[in-house]
């Protein structure tokens, strides 16, 4: 039979895992929306937002609720006509069933024929569902986007 230490420090070890499983289960959501950038994959942001998750982009776009999430992707080849998105130093802070984080980027468009490099700070908010993690809401801070001369 085991001792109230080693219970405790199974529990202890147990929300450890937990925590550290949330983490990687909320990164997978950052690693996803990339790819799906990336590849053209528009219609699955649905997969990754809660049903009235946000994404907030200042003064070039607000929207939400999954359908609007994935008709303004969905309206991203009307706009650019390449883009690659490469994500930097995600962190995450997991609160119970809640948690926050914040990464950077920087992306590679094509634009009316010319390239753009951008950089940017995506801070979010995250909420377990009955699917799992979701991405609650997104605020975009470009920090640049300047033409490649050369």
């Known amino acids: 039979m085991a001792n109230a230490s080693e219970d405790l420090s ?10 550290l499983e949330d983490i990687e289960d909320i990164r997978d959501l ?14 699955r942001m649905a997969e990754i937002y809660t049903a009235d998750g946000i994404v907030d982009m200042g003064p070039l776009v607000h929207v939400q ?13 009307r706009n650019v006509d390449f883009v690659i998105q490469y994500i930097h130093n995600h962190i995450v802070e997991v609160d119970g069933d809640v948690a926050t984080g914040l990464s ?3 992306a590679r468009y094509a634009q009316d024929g010319e390239s753009v490099i951008v950089a940017a700070r995506l801070d979010e908010r995250y909420r377990r569902t009955a699917d799992g993690w979701r991405i609650a809401e997104t605020l975009v801070h470009v920090y640049f986007g300047v ?3 050369k």
Do not use: M, Q
């Not at 996803?32 to 053209?40: E, K, L, Q, S």
């Not at 609720?65 to 080849?77: C, E, K, M, Q």
């Open 10 to 19: 199974l529990a202890a070890l147990h929300a450890r895992l937990r925590r």
């Open 30 to 43: 950052r690693r996803c929306y990339h790819w799906f950038i990336n590849d053209a994959l528009f219609e």
């Open 65 to 77: 609720g999954t359908r609007a999430i994935v008709d303004f992707y969905l309206s991203v080849p």
């Open 104 to 106: 950077y980027f920087d």
């Open 147 to 149: 033409p490649v001369t």
